[in-house]
């Protein structure tokens, strides 16, 4: 099945030790999720991020309630971190957080690697687009919380 992929770079005015503390803190998530996604962390607090750490989520697709387990798998403070989807809507979801200090601030990359359930034909009708709108939601309420400019 094809694999596709997703970068995107977001500086953020603020030192890289506290960008990775706020990217720490699963609850952060909720905040910078879209509503539309209807996330909720399910794992009891408080949710200590570390190298193994399990995460439960559940989200909502088009409605559709889905589970989502994803499993922190390298952990590398305050440079960077991979969480790994175990069980959830996709058949690979790799998700790599990397932060570089510069410029007074954090450049923030997210790389994914993801095969949605349905192949290419699914990513072309509905996942790429969702997958983008995260990620575009996600890059504007950062800006909004770290006082960064468009």
Known sequence: ??????????????????????FSDVQNLEAITPPWVNFEVL??????IRLGALIDYRI????IP??????????QPPHKFV????????TLWHHTHTFEEGAGGTLCHDDVRYRPRGGALMNWLF???????????????????FGASN
């Open 66 to 75: 889905i589970s989502w387990r994803t499993e922190i798998t390298e952990w």
């Open 127 to 145: 996942v790429r687009r969702d997958v983008e709108r995260i990620f575009q939601h996600r890059q504007q309420r950062l800006r909004e919380i």
């Open 43 to 48: 794992t009891p607090r408080p949710v200590v």
């Open 60 to 63: 909502r697709v088009h409605g």
């Open 83 to 90: 969480d790994v989807q175990l069980n959830g809507p996709y």
């Open 1 to 22: 099945m094809k694999e596709f992929t997703l970068h995107t770079e977001l500086w953020l005015p603020r030192l890289r030790a506290e960008v990775f503390l706020f």
